[in-house]
């Protein structure tokens, strides 16, 4: 399943990366959701795929029995949806603010911080 | 500058007078040390500071550090309080008497540093310190630029200074000066010659030789107690200093001698004519300093004793007679209002003890008997006689001596005993504070000539010594040495310096046609410094175009290459796609997600984008629970159902994709994106390949129950083995809400006045 994952993991990046090269704004943030998805699946692939076996420990054994899922993983994993949710709620009410200050969702029309008079030097 | 200045102020303050005392105590310190340098017994002290990196706070005073160390010190006393008369009642005085207290402290640990980085650490305290006094002034545009020109040119000289004494430590295994000097000359070694250059950049432009000279003229801007300083004792000696110091290791070798006779002999003539050239005295004096930079910089080119001797006798004179006279001037400037050479005149009669003492000083830089000038001269024309390049050293330094005679006659004769012309000011005798100075080092120079044998034994001999890196025979300096050569050319130089002085008014004009005429450096200078800025405008502009996407399309680029770079260089064993044993469910999953992802990518409506987006949340959501990790599955469940709600709140204020309802497509951000993507692939593909370390996973499984008392164990490392990282994740958080809520609940407010803009953007 490794192996799959990661083409899964590269098409998300592929269509992150070209949806955050877009002008829309919005368009960016489809491409941050899509990347923080795809760096999830790559930490959690990353520590090997078992199937059908959580980390637990069962009543009366110290240690889990057989083979079960990577916890550390997991539990990196479950750290970084939230992270990657605080950030992109962020980022939305900065795209909302922004939107409702310049009135474009253009990026390349939003040039608050780095006007285009003064480039002419 | 005086004129800020309130003559009749108090100028006794704590400040002035305790950088004065420490000052005067250090020089008598190091007198101390006389007895026992002059025997040969060199000191050092010596701290550990950064070993690891063979970094000692170490100092060495032999009779070359010992020699300058009473200099700086010395001279350093009198002008700190020849400063506090001079800027008596200027409202920054204090800042003043720091600046030039740390000068004095760096210079001095400078010429006593053993360690090369300790000497580079204070190598570029003086040139920041001589910053500070040079833009004293700073509310004059153009006493700030003089500064800043000092500090570029210095510090440049000090990086190509820096380089080399890595380089040489590096390559002789220690940094001490005196271990490396012990080794005697590196010439033939690898690097040698490198490492010569890059101790050269330093020294040159520190030493303003041409063409790096053209600095310290204009530092001038600088009060006169600084320029007395600057100019007769150190920074500008600093680099002169630098080659003596280096001499038993550097020189040696043809391009030692080359390099610094021509260097210093153009340098030394050069900046005597320009010397003549000038109108304002404090000008000449500057100039007058190069010249003795560019002859004390021709003499180190030899490795004779008579050379070294001969160099170390003129450091020694100039620095006296060049602080009393740049002291001499000032009161001049200060009595009368003027330094103009063409107006001041006759003023022997109003000043008796200023002309007493310039009579002195100027007598020494002119070099007449019995002063110490004129041994320094003859012991000069002595070792030329002996150098390389011998007759182009000769006549080069009968060039440069006459010229010094004359203009000793312009700086020291005229205003005291030349016609008077109109003067802003009556003048009157200056205050005793700013004669003591000047009065000693004159006195001194002509104690100094006449005891030769003590001078030559205490000072001059064992600086010698410090040179050549062995001890000289000595007994070189006399004032009568027999009639031979140099008494023949000393004679010569009188005659011509005379003529020059008779004819002076005539030549200077002369001078500047020619100079009008000839490359104006400074001038080159300033458009140097403005290419360099519309270069950096250029690359501005070129790199931050302000457009979010080029800087995007900028950072994936960067990232594919540093992924794809080494994986050409280093290329990664077997990366296998193994589809074997899938089964329906996983192929499934896997088209879900890519169907939604496609589904983002290509639709233009905003609603068909969110469910893109949340069909690729739930997949991901389903690998995770068939891969044995329900909890990861439950929170991506329930985060990516905040995040369709968010969007779909948000979106519904938003407008459309394309407002032309016509997706833009883009081959070059696809290919890039393809790229991107691919290469995460081959990375992770890589990554999996490799066998997996279980140590840290079997340790969580292990001590999960055993020590944490919990049986998920994915949820014992979030809340036991791992809590910082849940704190830092929560702190995330709340650190976004706020910020959000901070963002959407004051903009509201602010908007109205905020949005000039509003409706003509779009």
């Known amino acids: ?121 | 500058m005086a004129e800020d200045s309130d003559p009749n102020a108090p100028w006794v303050n704590v400040a002035g007078m305790t950088t004065v005392a420490i000052t005067a105590a250090l020089f008598v310190f190091f007198l101390l040390y006389v007895p026992e340098v002059a025997a040969g017994a060199p000191v050092l002290w010596s701290w550990d500071w950064i070993p690891s990196l063979q970094i000692r706070m170490s100092f060495w005073l032999d009779g070359l550090s010992l020699m300058f160390a009473l200099l700086i010190t010395g001279i350093g006393a009198f002008v700190m309080l020849y400063a506090a008369r001079y800027l008596a009642g200027h409202p920054q005085y204090n800042r003043f008497a720091l600046y030039l207290f740390s000068f004095m402290l760096s210079m001095l640990g400078l010429v006593l540093a053993d360690n090369l980085v300790t000497l580079f650490v204070f190598w570029e305290l003086t040139t920041f310190t001589s910053y500070l006094l040079i833009g004293f002034s700073h509310g004059d545009p153009k006493s700030r630029r003089n500064a800043l020109q000092a500090l570029l040119l210095t510090a440049a000289g000090g990086l190509a200074l820096l380089a080399g004494l890595i380089l040489l430590g590096m390559t002789q295994g220690t940094f001490e000066i005196s271990e490396i000097n012990a080794a005697g000359s590196l010439a033939g070694e690898p690097y040698y010659l490198l490492i010569l250059l890059l101790f050269l950049a330093g020294a040159f432009t520190k030493s303003a030789q041409v063409p790096f000279h053209f600095w310290l003229p204009n530092a001038m801007a600088a009060p006169t107690p600084v320029s007395a300083y600057l100019h007769s004792a150190t920074m500008v000696k600093a680099g002169v200093y630098l080659l003596a110091r280096m001499h038993p290791s550097l020189s040696g070798s043809d391009v030692w001698v080359w390099v610094l006779t021509i260097f210093g002999a153009v340098t030394a003539v050069f900046a005597s004519l320009m010397a003549l050239r000038q109108i304002d005295l404090k000008q000449t004096l500057a100039y007058t300093t190069l010249m003795a930079l560019g002859t004390l910089t021709m003499f180190l080119a030899g490795s004779t004793g008579y050379a070294i001797t001969a160099a170390m006798t003129f450091l020694l004179v100039h620095s006296l007679y060049k602080a009393c006279l740049f002291l001499t001037i000032g009161v001049i400037d200060h009595a009368t209002g003027t330094r103009d050479a063409d107006v001041l005149g006759g003023l022997a009669r109003a000043m008796p003890i200023t002309a007493t003492m310039a009579a002195l000083a100027g007598l020494a830089m002119a070099g007449i008997p019995p002063f110490l000038g004129f041994i320094a001269k003859e012991v000069a024309y002595a070792g030329a006689l002996g150098m390389a390049l011998t007759i182009f050293v000769v006549l080069m330094s009968l060039a440069a001596f006459a010229l010094m005679f004359a203009v000793a006659a312009i700086v020291a004769y005229r205003p005291f005993f030349g016609p008077q012309g109109a003067l802003p000011r009556k003048p009157h005798e200056g205050p005793w504070p700013m004669l003591l100075g000047p009065a000693t080092l004159a006195v001194l120079g002509l104690l100094a000539g006449l005891m030769p044998g003590v001078t030559a034994h205490y000072l001059v001999e064992p600086a010698v010594a410090a040179v050549m890196g062995a001890p000289d025979e000595g007994g070189r300096l006399k004032l009568w040495a027999g009639f031979n050569l140099p008494l023949v050319l000393s004679l010569l130089t009188f005659a011509l310096g005379f003529f020059l002085y008779l004819r002076h008014l005539d030549l200077r004009a002369r001078l500047a046609r020619i100079e009008a005429r000839g490359p104006n450096l400074d001038a080159r200078w300033d458009w140097l410094l403005e290419r360099f800025m519309d270069f950096a405008k250029f690359q501005t502009r070129v790199i931050q175009t302000g457009v979010m996407r080029q800087y995007l399309f900028a950072t994936f680029t960067v990232l594919s290459l540093a992924i794809l770079v080494p994986l050409i260089l280093r290329p990664v064993g077997g990366v296998t796609l193994a589809f074997a044993g899938l089964s329906l469910i996983e192929w499934g999953v896997a088209f879900l997600i890519a169907a939604g992802t496609i589904l983002v990518v290509l639709t233009s409506s905003r609603i068909a984008a969110l469910v893109g987006l949340g069909v690729v949340g739930i997949g991901v959501a389903l690998i995770f629970i068939m891969y044995s990790a329900p909890d990861v599955a439950i929170t991506q469940l329930l985060v990516e159902l905040l995040v369709v709600v968010l969007l779909a709140v948000a979106l519904l204020k938003m407008p459309y994709l394309d407002p032309s309802n016509r997706q833009v497509h883009r081959p070059f951000d696809a290919a890039l994106a393809v790229v991107v993507g691919g290469l995460t692939t081959i990375v992770l593909l890589a990554v999996v390949d490799v066998p997996f370390d279980r140590r840290l996973t079997d340790f969580f499984e292990g001590a999960s129950w055993t020590e944490a008392f919990g049986r998920n164990i994915v949820n014992v490392i979030l809340v036991d083995f791992r809590t910082l990282d849940t704190f830092g994740e929560i702190a995330v958080v709340i650190v976004a809400a706020l910020g959000a809520y901070a963002l959407l609940k004051g903009g509201s407010r602010r908007a109205p006045e905020d949005e000039p803009a509003k409706g003509e953007k779009e």
């Not at chain 1, 090997?48 to 990577?70: C, F």
């Not at chain 1, 040039?111 to 030097?121: C, I, L, N, T």
């Open chain 1, 1 to 121: 399943m490794e192996a799959l994952t990661a083409l899964i993991i590269g098409t998300l990046v592929a269509a992150a990366v070209y949806l955050m090269l877009a002008r829309n704004f919005m368009r960016f943030l489809f491409g941050l959701i899509l990347l923080s998805n795809a760096a999830n699946l790559t930490i959690f692939a990353s520590g090997r795929m078992t199937p059908g076996a959580p980390a637990l420990v069962p009543y009366g054994e110290d240690a889990p029995i057989g083979v079960v899922g990577n916890a550390l993983p997991q539990a990196l994993v479950l750290t970084a949806i939230v992270i990657g949710f605080g950030l992109l709620a962020f980022t939305l009410a900065l795209a909302f603010e922004a939107y409702r200050r310049l009135r474009t969702m253009d990026s390349d029309k939003m040039r608050y911080a780095e006007p285009k008079e003064d480039r002419k030097g």
